[in-house]
């Protein structure tokens, strides 16, 4: 009994591991009629291992090892490095496989001194073999960090040139300084994402149901990353988000560390040379090196990678999601002596029961809205004729402001309570203030592309883009927050039948 509990607690976790290992196949796209045989034979092997005969009156350990060992083994492998090595793993593997050919070696040496004649000879010569190709390896291993860093600073470069190239290409601005305020939205690539993650929150995407279903579901779209430059005559130059920077885009997984870019896409950001933060800044006539504040509604990288451009910049952030939330360090190595966190003490705002009026002035208003993550906030600021109200990702786009028919996916429990709260304090402060408009992170829908993006083609709606702006979301929207007919979301499957399908609203 005891032997038998005993293999049952090698099982389950051999199990668990490949049940790990498979899913993480599963998110980088490997189709299931490859996974479930592999699966399988992931199960059989330690189920092999441990009871031999439940694979047949023949069957042994050895023979288990050989049949299902090796092709595991090796189907291990192929995966492995079809789609999740990188460059940065050659040392680390190499020093891997220097250690596996000298553990090999090392045994083989001690049989040929016990072993005679013939079989002494060769036990030596596969000592020799394997301890050989030990310390080649151990080379290669030692000297691969450098080859490593070579070949992704030449593909670096090769960005920056394409960035250079984009900087002086024709049609671009000069700066208009005439004591307005002027908001510039900056497009700074689209990120890939399920489709039900996005517009799914009440069809069952919600909590670790919902992220399981990420995993499984591969009816995706393409969303837009945006991040929004202010120009304030008395405050200087403002930024809300980052958006992603190139690395994240054209060097994936050399960005992210082994954990972070096993459980994302490898295609995850899609960014051209012309949408990079520094390359749009500059063709609107600015310099990203003057920015000089960027309220950061949350830490999340499609959000935050952008920091990397602006590392002079005070950034202004909830402290609940620097403790708390889902970031990636490295996107905050160059800020993060630059870090301020407010206080929220200025009062209560509108259907907000507390917010920070980070100027004094009433210039730039934060509220905190947590939900999406445990600090998000969002910010609003006062222009000529109106205020506009940047959302983040409280609310993916105009539709979702109708949370009760359109809502993406939410943490759950809690959280999910919190994000509808805040949802409906923005509901309220919309209808309260009718000069106000929204502006979304990720609106991929007719009001950014037809009603924004010209509305603030110079930085200045002034009154009557502000009113054309609530015209289009009261066309959208009713007074009670529901949608009107022809603004229902819908998934089209890409007509080629592989990558990302698109949204159709109806």
């Known amino acids: 009994m005891l032997k038998t509990l005993s293999k049952i607690a090698l099982l389950v976790p051999a199990l668990a591991a490949a049940a790990v290992w498979l899913i993480v196949l599963r998110l980088k796209s490997v189709p299931m009629p490859l996974l479930v045989p592999y699966g399988l034979l992931l199960a059989a092997l330690p189920a092999g291992l441990l009871w031999p005969g439940v694979l047949g009156r023949r069957s042994t350990r050895r023979r288990v090892r050989a049949f299902l060992g090796i092709p595991a083994a090796l189907g291990t492998l192929a995966l492995y490095l079809a789609v999740v090595y990188h460059v940065t793993d050659l040392p680390v593997l190499l020093a891997l496989a220097t250690v596996a050919a000298l553990t090999w070696a090392a045994p083989a040496f001690l049989r040929a001194r016990r072993a005679a004649g013939g079989r002494a000879a060769a036990q030596t010569r596969r000592a020799f073999l394997a301890g050989g190709a030990g310390l080649v390896l151990g080379v290669l291993s030692g000297l691969s960090p450098g080859w490593v860093e070579r070949r992704r600073g030449q593909a670096l470069a090769r960005g920056e040139r394409q960035r250079q190239q984009a900087v002086r290409a024709p049609g671009a601005r000069r700066r208009i300084a005439d004591g307005g305020v002027r908001v510039f939205p900056i497009h700074t690539g689209d990120t890939i994402v399920t489709y039900g993650q996005f517009y799914g929150g009440l069809d069952g995407w919600e909590g670790l149901n919902g992220y399981l279903r990420t995993l499984v579901d591969k009816a995706q779209i393409a969303v837009p990353v945006r991040a929004y430059l202010i120009d304030h005559p008395r405050h200087g130059l403002l930024m809300v988000d980052t958006g992603v920077n190139w690395e994240q885009a054209h060097d994936h ?254």
């Not at 222009?383 to 402001?401: A, C, I, K, Q």
């Open 253 to 506: 997984d050399g960005y992210y560390d082994l954990t972070s870019r096993l459980l994302t896409e490898r295609e995850e950001y899609r960014l051209s040379p012309g949408q990079d933060l520094r390359v749009r800044l500059a063709r609107l006539g600015y310099d990203a090196g003057r920015i000089g504040t960027v309220f950061l509604t949350h830490v999340h990288d499609d959000h935050a990678g952008g920091l990397r451009s602006v590392p002079q910049a005070e950034v202004v952030l909830d402290r609940r999601d620097w403790d708390h939330g889902v970031l990636y360090p490295h996107s905050f190595d160059l800020v993060k002596e630059n870090l301020s966190f407010p206080a929220f003490d200025s009062g209560p705002f509108g259907a907000f029961p507390a917010g920070q009026d980070h100027f004094g002035d009433g210039s730039v208003i934060l509220l905190p809205t947590p939900g999406h993550s445990p600090g998000h906030m969002c910010v609003l600021l006062r222009m000529d004729g109106g205020s506009v109200l940047f959302v983040g990702d409280t609310l993916y786009t105009l539709p979702h402001l109708a949370v009760d028919q359109v809502r993406q996916m939410t943490i759950g429990g809690a959280d999910t309570a919190r994000q509808l709260e805040a949802a409906r304090r923005i509901q309220a402060l919309l209808a309260a203030e009718p000069a106000t408009v929204p502006l979304f992170a990720h609106d991929n829908t007719r009001y950014h592309a037809d009603r924004v993006v010209p509305a603030f083609a110079h930085g200045r709606p002034g009154k009557e883009g502000l009113r054309e702006l609530r015209t289009h979301m009261e066309a959208v929207l009713t007074p009670g927050w529901r949608l009107r007919a022809g603004h229902a979301p819908r998934f089209v499957p890409p007509e080629s039948g592989t990558g990302p399908g698109r949204v159709e609203f109806r």
